[in-house]
């Protein structure tokens, strides 16, 4: 059984990770559905081809997160790993057109 909260395992009558009890565990028809959360796996990948593959990784591995959490219910936990990818990839784009930028001033310079 999953904790509707957070989506984790639950063993016992509480959820191991914010407590909600387990007879709160059934959704029951007047509880909202959240909406999906998007993948930003494309960008992900996209920033890492283009931009900067290091940093570019760790938006994939965050991206790659996201359908899957959002599949147990983890609607949260997908948010914010869908957040995570999407700072990872604009660091990536920064930290390529940062690099990009002293290599033209060293160029015109020299």
Same mark, same amino acid.
């Given at each position: 059984?999953?904790?509707?909260?957070?989506?984790?395992?639950?063993?016992?009558?509480f959820?191991?990770?914010?407590?909600?009890? &387990?007879?709160?565990?059934a !959704?029951?028809?007047?509880?909202?559905?959240? !909406?999906?959360?998007?993948? !930003?796996?494309?960008?992900?990948?996209?920033?890492?081809?283009?931009?900067?593959?290091? *940093?570019?990784?760790?938006?994939?591995v965050? &991206? &790659?997160?996201?359908?899957?959490? &959002?599949? *147990?219910?983890a609607?949260?936990?997908a948010?914010?790993?869908?957040?995570?990818?999407?700072?990872?990839?604009?660091?990536?784009?920064? *930290?390529?057109?940062?690099?990009?930028?002293?290599?033209?001033?060293?160029?015109?310079?020299?």
């Amino acid at each position: 059984m999953f904790c509707t909260n957070c989506g984790a395992q639950i063993q016992g009558q509480f959820c191991p990770l914010c407590g909600t009890p &387990a007879g709160n565990l059934a !959704p029951n028809a007047d509880t909202p559905v959240p !909406p999906p959360v998007a993948s !930003p796996l494309f960008w992900s990948i996209l920033c890492t081809i283009c931009f900067c593959f290091p *940093v570019g990784i760790v938006s994939i591995v965050y &991206a &790659a997160k996201v359908n899957s959490l &959002a599949a *147990v219910g983890a609607y949260q936990q997908a948010k914010e790993a869908a957040d995570k990818a999407k700072m990872w990839a604009w660091l990536a784009f920064g *930290v390529s057109m940062i690099i990009n930028l002293l290599y033209i001033a060293i160029n015109v310079m020299g």
